[in-house]
């Protein structure tokens, strides 16, 4: 019944409350952030993207702990969603610095990485635990993207975003490192295909609604 409850709790915090972070938000110093209309509304859509994978964070690493009998590992789910409450806070404050709004989808994108975290800790801590470390992969490399201006990621001018998104590629890594040397199994390649078109349909929709 408490994880029930935890769980439910990290739901309406995650979507209704405004989150708070442990940690500062990153900053470079003596970098000052001047954006124009366009490079406003280009930037906007991606700390969308970021701040939906954050709700998704959130989600999978509940659902995985709900699933799990495994103490140890549910405590380990619940420091991880933890540590993404920092990004959900900075992304969040992100959008807000930039006049913009969360994606009108959260519920939905919650729905279904919750969902997906709950199968997957049904199908052995093991198989969690590579959940994991796939889904931060792909987020590694999809913050990365974020960082090359000329191939459609945020301004070179948008220092603040960019500060932001750097401390969430370096922590997102680590994730799947500590995941890794938990014990996590490899996916087999279909399974990270799917994951990885799923993916792109949400990013693509979240960056407009």
């Not at 708070?20 to 490079?39: F, G, M, Y």
């Not at 996590?184 to 609604?209: F, G, H, N, Y």
């Amino acid at each position: 019944m408490d994880t029930l409850l935890n769980a439910a709790d990290t739901a309406l915090r995650t979507l209704f409350a405004r989150p708070h972070a442990a940690q500062a938000c990153p900053t470079l110093a003596d970098q000052a952030t001047s954006l124009n209309a366009s490079e406003k509304q280009q930037a906007a859509g991606l700390m969308r993207v970021n701040h939906v994978g954050e709700v998704c964070a959130q989600a999978l690493y509940t659902g995985q702990a709900l699933a799990t009998s495994n103490e140890t590992l549910r405590a380990h789910f619940k420091q991880a969603c933890i540590e993404e409450t920092d990004h959900l806070a900075w992304t969040a404050q992100r959008l807000e610095e930039l006049g913009s709004r969360p994606s009108l989808l959260n519920p939905l994108w919650y729905a279904g990485a919750f969902g997906l975290g709950v199968i997957a800790g049904k199908l052995g801590d093991a198989v969690s635990l590579g959940f994991v470390v796939e889904t931060e992969k792909q987020v590694g490399a999809h913050l990365q993207s974020h960082l090359n201006a000329s191939a459609g990621g945020l301004p070179e001018g948008d220092h603040a975003s960019r500060a932001i998104v750097a401390q969430m590629h370096d922590d997102e890594l680590r994730h799947a490192e500590e995941a890794q040397a938990a014990g996590a199994l490899e996916l087999p390649q279909p399974v990270k295909d799917l994951m990885r078109a799923a993916a792109k349909v949400m990013t693509t929709v979240a960056q407009r609604i």
